[in-house]
């Protein structure tokens, strides 16, 4: 099983860009599809982004296209999120998540068994 924990949240303007890292452990991170999800104060959790578990294949919401890029080291045991052009709306706490060894990656909570605690990223206009 493996465990997640995030890093890299923090207070920054709007447009400036910001990189989070999600750290795994445990065996089976290099054969999990992963993503990142992100909740909005008052808001449900939202889909943000997912990569398959070899890094061939990206997903992004439509909200973060273009702006957002997902990535991971499947050597260092960890995945990224670099986000760039950053909106006040992007405002939320970010959540790394896995799913089930060998499985596609999805864009529901549903799809994925593993979380981390999330980190937060405040962005002000």
């Known amino acids: 099983q493996v465990q997640l924990v995030e890093s890299g949240g923090a207070l920054v303007q709007a447009g400036d860009s910001l990189r989070l890292s999600c750290t795994a452990t445990?065996?089976?991170?290099?054969?999990?599809?992963m993503s990142w999800f992100r909740q909005a104060p008052g808001k449900g959790r939202e889909f943000v982004a997912a990569?398959?578990?070899?890094?061939?294949?990206?997903y992004y919401a439509d909200s973060v296209k273009g702006r957002f890029v997902i990535s991971r080291d499947n050597v260092q045991n960890m995945m990224y999120l670099q986000m760039r052009a950053l909106k006040s709306e992007d405002t939320a706490v970010y959540f790394c998540?896995?799913?089930?060894?060998?499985?596609?990656?999805?864009?529901?909570?549903?799809?994925?068994?593993?979380w981390g605690q999330g980190t937060l990223v405040t962005v002000s206009s």
């Open positions: 998540a896995a799913r089930g060894t060998y499985r596609a990656y999805g864009d529901r909570e549903g799809d994925y068994d593993v």
């Open positions: 445990g065996r089976s991170f290099s054969s999990s599809a």
């Open positions: 990569i398959n578990w070899i890094g061939s294949s990206t």
